[in-house]
């Protein structure tokens, strides 16, 4: 009897097998049709859905030609990962050309708005072609949907990807803008810092202080602070890492504009104020590191009173 049972799980399984491999096979086979029919009728559905997306009002950032050019890659990269069921190609020109269309202020809603689009016109195609045998039409539509879906998520996240790089590129690049390490005299610089002050920039502060300082081969570096409104202790931290790192460097640190919020974030966390030169405001931060220069520092009334 048991062994009876076993034949019997083994026939199933074969039989299972079998199923699933004539199921496969003729999925190959319809979408080897479904390839051949987009193929010869490539300039209709093509032209169709550049209508469809004049009509929807999509990529109006860009020209009629240059629409038509992008749709015919998209159409014939669309094609090739039905036919090899691989979407490498697909994402590398997905990538490219989400390089080419983000700075124009191309949306995301846009780039899936036209690839949902093509594989409507590419479904009414085939629904067309195959409607007086719906067997044969939801054995087609069974084979195009799962490849459809999945080439619309491939061209999606690598739009997405690309557009969120350029957005760090961007924050990168304000960063950077926001705080500029500047020459006042030989050997001196000044750091103005304004706004709030997360880890990831206090980071990047520190990295373009010490390549200024390298660059600039300075000896006293003026941190103003002034437009820093708080500060936390991880925060406070990294400012006294910073005027270790560039004591380390050669170079002298003063920090003015303390707030007595910050002060006390400096006390709370256990800095010894000793160590770190603070000044109470940017000028006067400017007239000492020019005395530790040994530059002549002339008070304004003296040098009105010259002249």
Do not use: C
């Not at 699933?20 to 490539?42: F, I, W």
């Not at 820093?228 to 380390?248: C, G, I, K, Y």
């Amino acid at each position: 009897m048991q062994k009876e049972i076993i034949a019997a799980k083994e026939s199933t399984t074969v039989a299972s097998y079998a199923a699933d491999l004539a199921r496969s096979e003729l999925t190959t086979k319809l979408l080897r049709e479904l390839v051949a029919h987009l193929r010869q009728n490539r300039t209709l559905l093509r032209e169709e859905w550049v209508v469809r997306s004049a009509e929807a009002r999509l990529l109006t950032a860009m020209t009629q030609a240059e629409i038509f050019a992008e749709a015919t890659s998209v159409y014939d990269n669309y094609v090739e990962a039905l036919e090899t069921g691989t979407f490498e190609a697909l994402q590398a020109y997905a990538r490219n050309l989400s390089e080419r269309i983000i700075p124009r202020g191309v949306e995301t809603n846009e780039v899936v708005g036209i690839v949902l689009l093509l594989r409507d016109v590419l479904a009414r195609s085939l629904f067309s072609k195959y409607h007086t045998d719906f067997d044969i039409l939801n054995r087609v539509l069974d084979a195009y949907e799962p490849a459809a879906n999945r080439i619309a998520i491939t061209v999606a996240v690598g739009f997405v990807q690309e557009r969120e790089r350029t957005i760090r590129d961007q924050q990168e690049a304000i960063r950077e803008l926001s705080t500029p390490v500047l020459q006042v005299r030989d050997r001196l610089l000044i750091l103005p810092i304004i706004g709030v002050i997360d880890p990831q920039r206090a980071r990047q502060l520190t990295e373009q202080l010490l390549r200024g300082i390298r660059a600039n081969r300075a000896k006293v570096v003026v941190i103003d602070i002034t437009g820093v409104a708080a500060m936390d202790s991880n925060v406070a931290n990294h400012l006294v890492q910073t005027v270790e790192a560039s004591r380390l460097l050669g170079a002298t640190v003063i920090v003015t504009g303390l707030s007595p919020e910050i002060a006390q974030t400096l006390v709370n966390i256990g800095v010894e104020l000793s160590k770190m030169s603070t000044v109470g405001d940017l000028q006067g931060g400017i007239e000492e590191a020019e005395r530790l220069l040994g530059y002549k520092v002339v008070p304004d009334h003296e040098s009105a009173e010259e002249n």
